[in-house]
């Protein structure tokens, strides 16, 4: 079968299709046939920092859908030929997977395979983000940076569905703006001084919740964009900047708190709980019909592409590998 590998940190360039065997599924796995595979900011950075990457040859992919080829010792709950969407710790640019039976789930009946791709981690990111990190009341308002791209058209859709006051976007460029705010978000600003902007647009108040995956700089503009008691998540650091440091000082006369979360981090210590929480996202999006846009789909052998268009900043919504 055909997987993507990586032998060397680098380029988009460095990402090669290789011939290796079918895996067999282990006690507690299964092998997944894969119809589709998500690509994320995560696979990009796996290649071009080492962001995960323990040793090489390294296969990157942390999402699919497809149909259940095998199943290991032990998996019950899950049939041969079942169409299934997986989170896996790696390896899911390839034809044949194997997973982790507890982060592997039926495809809910609204999607088919294609959308339940996209959905899986991009929803339970920002299903996480907003309820279990945040814990976004009703009416309180909301700052989202990235908010054209994957996470961010489902998590503002998701903290609209919340019932959210009022759902703030930052994007780079201004055709992003104009596109996300088809995805929940009522005010979309543009720019490196988007705390200014957001503290006119609230009349100097602030936000209450403040999702941050860039670091640096930015993670330093959202902490200055909290209302009194707000919150901000640091859920990334696409800026590359050194570790934020943030103390009694920053934080204790407007009550603020500061908290980080990784899905990739929660599946690898907590699989159960990764389990209940993509559920109960799942759940909330059949419920309140959110979908995430899927703009562009490449071969597998073109997985170098995709890198490419994610990290040009001119990618929108979310984009696929098509596998078979
Ligand atoms: N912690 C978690 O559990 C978790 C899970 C999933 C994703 N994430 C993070 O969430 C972010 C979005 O992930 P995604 O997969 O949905 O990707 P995406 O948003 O579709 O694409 C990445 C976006 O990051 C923004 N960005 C900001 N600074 C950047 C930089 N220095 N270089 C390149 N892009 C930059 C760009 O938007 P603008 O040009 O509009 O700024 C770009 O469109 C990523 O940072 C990712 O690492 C975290």
Redesign the pocket.
């Known amino acids: 079968m055909r997987a993507v590998v990586f032998e060397e940190l680098g380029g988009p360039e460095v990402l090669q299709v290789a011939e290796v065997s079918a895996p067999e599924p282990g006690p507690g796995q299964v092998a997944v046939d894969v119809a589709w595979s998500g690509?994320?900011?995560?696979d990009a950075?796996a290649r071009s920092v080492g962001y995960r990457v323990e040793s090489f040859p390294f296969r990157p992919g942390l999402e699919v859908s497809g149909t259940v080829r095998a199943l290991g010792a032990g998996v019950s709950g899950l049939t041969v030929g079942q169409h299934v969407v997986a989170m896996v710790n790696g390896g899911g640019y390839a034809e044949t997977v194997l997973v982790p039976a507890e982060t592997t789930f039926a495809v809910p009946e609204a999607l088919d395979l294609r959308d339940a791709a996209a959905l899986t981690?991009?929803l339970a990111?920002g299903y996480?983000?907003l309820h279990e990190v945040a814990r976004l009341r009703e009416g309180e308002t909301v700052l989202i940076?990235?908010?054209?791209?994957?996470?961010?058209t489902a998590t503002g859709q998701l903290a609209r569905a919340a019932g959210a006051g009022r759902v703030f976007g930052?994007?780079?460029?201004a055709e992003?703006a104009a596109y996300a705010k088809d995805f929940g978000y009522d005010e979309v600003f543009v720019g490196e001084d988007f705390d200014e902007q957001v503290l006119r647009a609230t009349d100097g108040r602030g936000v209450d919740v403040a999702l941050d995956?860039?670091g640096g700089e930015?993670w330093r503009r959202s902490v200055a964009s909290l209302a009194r008691y707000g919150r901000a998540v640091a859920?990334?650091?696409?800026?590359?900047a050194a570790p934020w440091q943030i103390g009694f000082g920053d934080l204790a006369v407007r009550g603020l708190s500061v908290s980080?979360?990784?899905?990739?981090?929660?599946g690898a210590t907590d699989p159960a709980r990764l389990r209940e929480l993509t559920e109960r996202a799942f759940r909330e999006a059949e419920r309140a019909g959110i979908t995430v846009p899927i703009t562009a789909e490449f071969p597998l052998d073109q997985a170098a592409a995709a890198h490419e268009l994610?990290?040009s900043?001119?990618?929108?919504?979310?984009?696929l590998l098509r596998v078979r």
Do not use: D, H, W, Y
């Open positions: 690509v994320n900011f995560a950075k981690t991009v990111t996480a983000l940076q990235g908010a054209a791209g994957g996470v961010g930052i994007v780079s460029k992003k995956p860039v930015s859920f990334g650091n696409a800026s590359e980080g979360f990784s899905i990739l981090g929660l994610l990290e900043r001119t990618s929108m919504g979310k984009l």
